[in-house]
């Protein structure tokens, strides 16, 4: 299980829009040691589900998609093992896999963040720095239908 000081570090950098009652929620969760699949289920819906916003009106679905700036992971990644196809080799990940990471298709969870900071030797002090810079806010119209 993860440490609960890198979770509620993240809580509260990333998720600052999940409401009160739902950090209580994941707070109590942690305290009483859920398995670890349960809380990176929930943590993942938590992050995906807090930056959606609807427009029923007009029958467009607003979602705003944040962009993470991970230059200096990348940096990191080159400077410590060359590439990144050789990097993934050692993080036990498909190339393809990080490259989605990388380029904001994909989401990093929890275990990959921490195994990332291990292999990479990066501080906790320093996570939001590789994780968390964001980039620019891009809002994406999606048309649904009613």
């Not at 080159?78 to 393809?96: L, P, V």
């Amino acid at each position: 299980m993860f440490p609960y000081s890198f979770f509620m570090n993240i809580i509260s950098i990333k998720l600052n829009k999940i409401n009160d009652c739902s950090y209580k929620f994941l707070k109590i969760l942690i305290k009483y040691g859920y398995p670890k699949r349960t809380l990176d289920n929930i943590f993942f819906w938590c992050y995906t589900n807090s930056y959606k916003t609807e427009n029923r009106t007009s029958g467009r679905r607003l979602m705003e998609k944040v962009i993470f700036d991970y230059s200096k992971l990348r940096g990191r990644i080159k400077e410590r093992f060359d590439s990144e196809s050789n990097f993934s080799r050692i993080a036990h990940t498909s190339q393809a896999s990080l490259s989605a990471k990388l380029n904001n298709k994909a989401y990093f969870k929890p275990n990959d963040i921490l195994l990332i900071l291990k292999l990479l030797e990066i501080p906790d002090e320093e996570l939001k720095e590789y994780f968390f810079n964001q980039k620019v806010r891009k809002t994406e119209l999606k048309r649904i239908d009613l």
